[in-house]
């Protein structure tokens, strides 16, 4: 099976072809398009959620993926959501922030919504890796217990905290796609091996849990053609 990802970064492709390799298992094969990374993992074009942006919406650029491979992966963060040209509302009715399944729901309509050309049998090949705030709340429920492991806000800083205290480097601020970076994710993706305790920590993530229920379908699928 071959998996086109578009995402916003190094650190962001390594979550996910860790997650999507312990998940689905070795039969499959992940092809960057945005952004590109050489064989350290060190990215070697610019990335971004308006990159991510550009990218889906540019004509045929997901539609030519898809006869490549079987699937295209989009990720994108949530906490630009609200800026131009991402342009998602992210409050509700009352003018408070609205809830993850919301958020979730509407950024998956800013992107499918905008796929030039693409066939129903198409839309349906891609999958969203939608990122309530950012990518690195996701992990948190690998160092915390309590209701921190649900937080969707300061989320480095908190999984800082928990690596500082087990001796591990922590995420330098600004440049989570550096070798420093890459190496202490590394680490901290060590503790998310098998299928269960993915699931296990995607439970307290809605953007997570939705990731994970997409990638059982297909797993689902996988094992049926078997």
């Not at 099976?1 to 860790?18: C, N, T, V, Y």
């Not at 540019?58 to 959501?81: G, M, P, S």
Request: proline share 4%.
């Amino acid at each position: 099976m071959q998996i086109g990802l578009i995402a916003e970064g190094a650190s962001e492709l390594r979550i996910l072809k860790h997650i999507i390799g312990r998940y689905l298992g070795t039969e499959h094969d992940i092809n960057e398009i945005q952004p590109k990374t050489d064989a350290q993992g060190t990215q070697i074009v610019p990335g971004g959620w308006d990159r991510v942006i550009t990218t889906f919406e540019f004509e045929n650029t997901v539609k030519d993926a898809l006869v490549e491979n079987d699937y295209v992966l989009i990720q994108i963060d949530t906490d630009q959501a609200q800026t131009a040209p991402f342009s998602v509302n992210v409050l509700d009715e009352n003018g408070q922030y609205c809830k993850p399944e919301v958020l979730h729901q509407r950024v998956s309509e800013r992107i499918l919504n905008n796929i030039p050309n693409l066939i129903d049998s198409e839309r349906e090949r891609v999958i969203l890796a939608i990122c309530i705030s950012e990518i690195e709340c996701w992990l948190l429920p690998l160092y915390y217990n309590d209701s921190k492991r649900c937080k969707t806000t300061g989320c480095i800083t908190l999984l800082n905290q928990k690596l500082s205290s087990n001796k591990i480097d922590p995420l330098p601020n600004g440049n989570k796609n550096s070798q420093g970076a890459q190496k202490t994710y590394n680490i901290i993706l060590k503790n998310l091996k098998k299928p269960k305790e993915i699931e296990e920590c995607a439970q307290y993530n809605y953007g997570f849990y939705s990731f994970i229920e997409r990638l059982k379908s297909i797993k689902t699928i996988i094992e049926n053609e078997e």
